[in-house]
């Protein structure tokens, strides 16, 4: 009797804790998206995940040298041309060679000075004792002028004619000299030229991340600068390689920006990159596949007119296939 009373107790208490248990956790009921999701257009479409550039991708400028940034020249959101100074690296050590090299191209053009002054002077010389030779040689009496004199003359023409080409030669050497400091003070200039970041195409400045006095670097992870000519805009479309061997060049698509999905943006279809990579774009879903490989397409926009697009937006893409 004592036993069956304590199997009755026992299952007493587990009825209860199992009612508890139900109780303290109650379904919840599933909470509609905060925002409606775009819906796919047509009965086929390929749905892909875009990620908005500029119209000829985003550049990434970099520097030319590991260097102190001594200035940024530009903000974000300034329209440059191709060509426009954006930041200037520190050349103070090129800046002190510059001073040196250019004092060694004022020497050499000094010596070059002096040695067209010493050939001017052999020329002279060699052209006095040319003449005087000359008139020796004329004369028909031989009595006029002695054999001894006429050697005589002969040697110091050829010890003319020695100097002359040696004055030559002295010309010829500074000429080099002179060529060869002009060329290291060309090259120190453009190292200096060359810390001088310039923009290599017309465009709009996207991101400054560096400032004056932080030490830039060609291996750095993030550019000191992006540009992007934003007039207008590409979308870089991720389309998984499940279903990459359906898209066709030339497809039209329509694209909505995430929140806004009564306001379709038509595309224009530019190329398809065929070079499937790994995915890198993530949209943050939770279903979504982060170990896909996937297959890039850019479609072109203009720039909405109600709406501001910003590049690095994401967009949901669908691409019809009918």
Not at 56 to 61: D, F, G, K, S, Y
Not at 192 to 219: C, H, M, W, Y
Request: hydrophobic share 50%; glycine share 4%; with cysteine.
């Amino acid at each position: 009797m004592y036993r069956y009373l304590l199997l009755a107790i026992a299952l007493a208490g587990i009825l209860s804790a199992a009612r508890l248990s139900a109780n303290a956790r109650p379904d919840s009921p599933v909470r509609p998206p905060p925002v409606a999701p775009a819906v796919k257009p047509g009965t086929r479409a390929i749905a892909a995940a875009g990620l908005v550039e500029a119209v000829r991708e985003n550049t990434a400028v970099g520097v030319p040298a590991a260097a102190l940034v001594k200035s940024v020249e530009v903000k974000v959101w300034d329209k440059v041309k191709a060509g426009t100074p954006l930041l200037r690296l520190d050349d103070s050590d090129l800046q002190a060679s510059l001073v040196s090299l250019r004092a060694a191209v004022i020497s050499a053009e000094a010596d070059l000075a002096a040695a067209r002054a010493s050939l001017a002077a052999s020329e002279a010389e060699r052209a006095r004792i040319a003449d005087t030779l000359a008139r020796w040689n004329s004369v028909s009496d031989p009595r006029a002028v002695s054999a001894d004199d006429l050697a005589a003359k002969r040697s110091e023409d050829l010890v003319a004619a020695a100097r002359l080409a040696s004055s030559r030669a002295g010309v010829a050497r500074a000429e080099a000299g002179v060529k060869l400091a002009r060329a290291k003070v060309a090259e120190a200039e453009t190292l200096v030229d060359r810390l001088v970041v310039k923009a290599p195409i017309d465009a709009t400045v996207l991101q400054v991340n560096t400032r004056s006095g932080e030490f830039a670097s060609p291996s750095a992870a993030r550019p000191p600068l992006m540009l992007g000519d934003i007039d207008s805009l590409q979308l870089r479309c991720d389309i998984d390689e499940q279903v990459a061997p359906r898209m066709k060049p030339g497809l039209a698509a329509v694209a909505y920006l995430k929140g806004d999905s009564d306001k379709p943006i038509e595309l224009e279809f530019v190329r398809i990159e065929p070079f499937v990579i790994p995915k890198q774009s993530l949209t943050g879903a939770s279903n979504e596949r982060v170990d896909t490989r996937v297959l890039q397409v850019i479609y072109r926009f203009a720039r909405p007119a109600d709406r501001t697009v910003y590049v690095g937006q994401q967009m949901d893409v669908y691409i019809r296939e009918n």
